[in-house]
């Protein structure tokens, strides 16, 4: 059974995650400064962390799939592992694609870690820790515990030593180190285990009558979860974390507001008309081509005149313009494909 509403929520991360890079790239410094910007950072800062929680959830459908196919169990996590590297490979190629792009870059950016590095090597990890048991609390372990770990130690990894053993770009998948790299496995790689968690309770088979009282009951876990959250941080660390990088306090709040987003998305995706050409649906299906073109138009040598020169006014008419044209490019791509660039998994 499709769910389009994965497809919606994935939309609206690429809208978040326009909207971040159009402010980061194209703001003068003075609009860099005080509340509303602070704002936009935080509603562009959720992109990253939904992208990774949605490739996750989409792993027990792409499973699922698979063993309709008459893959077996382990067939099927490897299935995904290799996608995951495929995605892996990606990332690369879209950093060579950015260095042959720029005369200025430096020849190790190519193998600068960003998102998708995380997410590749996320689905990874994911696909194998769900191919561990088919039993339903046991696979579910199997993914929540890593996540917990990879949570808790978060903040140890920021002081460890042998990391700087390594060369920089590799010491940049475990912690951020500068301008090496921004996200690391550590607690990054969590979101996608998490996600997974939670797509096998959505993947469950169930009567289309029980779907509501389902969606309700995930709205109240992920209610649960963000007041356990805010809770949490009232206690005191017993690691010396950043509320804002590696406390387990920020990694709850957002697990449980993106799980009440996935009800808030189904119950949007649920209303009469919403069969009807939806342009956030569009954005979610080709969200790895939308993301591959955007960051070089925001970033490189497209924009380049008006580079750190608007304010934030002149920013939000910018977005919406370069929304548009992102849409556009969507559209065509859509159009130009009959089969989708990216895996079918990663879609819904």
Not at 1 to 22: K, Q, S, T
Not at 36 to 48: H, M, R, S, Y
Not at 231 to 258: D, E, Q
Request: glycine content about 6%; proline content about 5%; aromatic content about 16%.
């Amino acid at each position: 059974m499709r769910r389009p509403y994965i497809d919606w929520l994935r939309g609206v991360a690429v809208l978040f995650m326009i909207e971040w890079h159009v402010v980061d790239a194209w703001s003068t410094e003075a609009a860099r400064q005080g509340g509303v910007f602070t704002a936009l950072a935080l509603i562009g800062g959720t992109a990253a962390p939904l992208f990774l929680f949605l490739a996750g959830l989409a792993i027990p459908f792409a499973a699922a799939s698979q063993q309709r196919k008459g893959q077996s169990l382990r067939e099927a996590a490897w299935a995904l592992q290799k996608r995951g590297w495929q995605v892996f490979l990606f990332a690369h190629i879209f950093r060579l694609q950015s260095f042959l792009g720029n005369p200025w870059a430096r020849v190790d950016s190519i193998f600068k870690p960003d998102i998708l590095n995380i997410l590749g090597l996320g689905m990874v990890v994911t696909a194998w820790c769900w191919g561990r048991s088919d039993a339903l609390k046991r696979r579910v372990a199997c993914l929540l515990v890593p996540a917990a770990i990879l949570v808790v130690i978060s903040p140890l990894s920021r002081e460890w030593w042998w990391p700087t053993l390594l060369h920089p770009r590799l010491e940049a998948y475990i912690r951020p180190n500068g301008g090496w790299g921004q996200f690391a496995l550590f607690p990054w790689l969590a979101f996608v285990l998490v996600g997974c968690a939670i797509g096998v309770w959505i993947a469950r088979s169930r009567l289309v009558t029980e779907e509501r009282r389902f969606h309700v009951q995930l709205a109240q876990a992920g209610a649960a979860i963000v007041i356990f959250g805010i809770i949490a941080t009232f206690v005191p660390s017993p690691f010396n974390s950043n509320f804002w990088t590696t406390s387990l306090s920020f990694f709850l709040i957002r697990i449980g507001v993106m799980t009440m987003s996935l009800s808030g998305a189904w119950r949007w995706m649920s209303r009469a008309n919403a069969h009807r050409w939806s342009p956030v649906v569009l954005f979610g299906q080709t969200s790895l081509f939308v993301y591959w073109v955007h960051v070089e138009l925001a970033y490189g040598m497209f924009s380049a005149a008006w580079k750190r020169s608007l304010t934030l006014g002149e920013t939000a008419l910018a977005y919406f313009a370069f929304t548009a044209l992102m849409l556009f490019a969507a559209k065509w791509w859509a159009k130009r494909n009959e089969r989708p660039w990216i895996p079918e998994h990663l879609r819904a």
